[in-house]
């Protein structure tokens, strides 16, 4: 099992940045393929962006590529999501996710954060 904790919401201006990190505890962290959703209220939960085990491959959502990058530190045991550009509409809860297999799909990730809030105010 691998535990998540993610961290570095908040409140921010359009146009702002955030970046936000996942630190994982358990099982060998570089055996993940890692990845993060969000869901704002009324909505469904959504793919963001997901890094296979390695670094080597990313992925990311029409909404958010070009202003949004993850990336991982394996030494660290973390996954982060840098944020730039940002709009009102990313306003949601943040969910880092961990999963032994690559996936765009919530169902597919076996393993969640609590989560944690980014605001984007215009």
């Known amino acids: 099992q691998v535990q998540l904790v993610e961290s570095g919401g908040g409140l921010v201006q359009a146009g702002g940045s955030l970046r936000l990190s996942c630190a994982a505890s358990?099982?060998?962290?570089?055996?993940?393929?890692l990845g993060w959703f969000r869901q704002a209220p009324g909505k469904e939960r959504e793919f963001v962006a997901r890094?296979?085990?390695?670094?080597?491959?990313?992925y990311y959502a029409e909404s958010v590529r070009g202003r949004f990058t993850i990336s991982r530190d394996n030494a660290k045991n973390t996954v982060y999501l840098q944020m730039n550009s940002l709009k009102p509409e990313d306003t949601a809860v943040y969910y880092c996710?961990?999963?032994?297999?690559?996936?765009?799909?919530?169902?597919?990730?076996?393993?969640w954060g609590q989560g944690t809030q980014v605001t984007v105010s215009s």
């Open positions: 996710a961990a999963d032994e297999s690559l996936g765009l799909v919530a169902a597919q990730y076996h393993y």
């Open positions: 358990g099982r060998t962290f570089s055996s993940y393929v």
């Open positions: 890094v296979s085990w390695n670094g080597g491959s990313r």
